[in-house]
């Protein structure tokens, strides 16, 4: 499985993407779990020291012209293999760079590795059956170009707002302009059983999953600890694993 978790930012892709990439590691899977977004979230929901300089960083060096590029012999299985960071219950972390208060000119050596990397992921036959777990930027500008070019199937958060609802909308067609692409819409931080199916209207998308707004969220973030830990038996952490095991099955 090569996911992609897209959608509004606020909509739950951080905590979502963590929690899933762990679920499915439980599951057995090798899972890699990719963080292309430059504000930090997933370290937090999977459950990761978040390091000071990205690593990928080591990776990168300038050629003549004074640009970036990945160091020679560098390709994505040794890129994973010597900067990725272990997360708990096996997963793998590679981090594209965080704004530092410099902006984003410390960490683009390591941007423009982790952006090589990801799109040799696809045809690296050594990761054609592990589960890939991506977690974008907010918005439709990094699903439009090429950030999440290893992912067939994007998962799409919406919550039950019209500006969450809009931006999925957006973001659905230009995911869908690549082609052979797969959206399957996930409803967040719905409060009825009415909510997930007004998602979907707003949206124009069939609804394929949905994860209530639970309390035991907020307050595993409040903590700085992932939901697994701080409530595995809570009523989001069991929806993701319901949308886990209905993946598996698609
Ligand atoms: N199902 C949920 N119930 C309650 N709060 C949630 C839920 N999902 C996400 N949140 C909260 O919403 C906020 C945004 O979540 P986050 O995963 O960081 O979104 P994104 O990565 O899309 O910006 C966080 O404060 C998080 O705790
Ligand atoms: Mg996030």
Redesign the pocket.
């Known amino acids: 499985m090569k996911l992609a ?1 897209v ?12 929690t899933l990439a762990r679920v499915f590691a439980r599951r057995g899977d090798r899972v890699l779990a990719l963080d292309s ?1 430059t ?1 930090p ?2 370290t937090y ?1 999977l459950g990761v020291e978040p390091a000071g300089e990205p690593l990928l960083q080591a990776a990168a060096e300038k050629n003549e012209a004074g640009r970036w590029r990945t160091r020679k012999g560098i390709g994505p299985v040794r890129a994973v293999q010597r900067y990725a960071q272990p997360a708990p219950d096996g997963v793998l972390l590679l981090q594209s760079g965080k704004t530092t208060p410099e902006g984003m000119a410390p960490v683009m050596g390591s941007v423009n590795v982790f952006y090589d990397v990801v799109q040799r992921l696809r045809r690296a036959p050594y990761f054609r059956d592990w589960t890939i777990v991506g ?1 974008l930027s ?1 918005g439709p500008r990094q699903s439009a170009y090429r950030w999440a070019d290893y992912a067939d199937t994007f998962l799409l ?1 919406a919550e039950p707002t019209w500006k969450s609802a809009l931006t999925a909308r957006r973001i659905a067609r230009i995911v869908r302009s690549r082609g052979g692409v797969t959206v399957l819409l996930v409803a ?3 409060r009825n059983d009415a909510d997930a199916a007004t998602v979907g209207e707003m949206v124009g998308e069939p609804v394929f999953g949905w ?8 307050q ?2 409040r903590k700085g600890v992932p939901l697994l830990d701080h409530a595995p038996h809570s009523p ?1 952490a069991r ?1 993701v694993e319901q949308l886990a095991e209905r993946l598996s099955s698609h």
Request: hydrophobic letters at 45%; aromatic letters at 0%; glycine letters at 16%.
């Open positions: 978790v959608g509004k930012g606020g909509a739950g892709k951080s905590v979502v993407a963590g977004d504000m979230g997933l929901s977690d907010a958060l967040n931080k719905t994860i209530p707004s639970d309390p035991a969220v907020v595993a973030e989001a929806a």
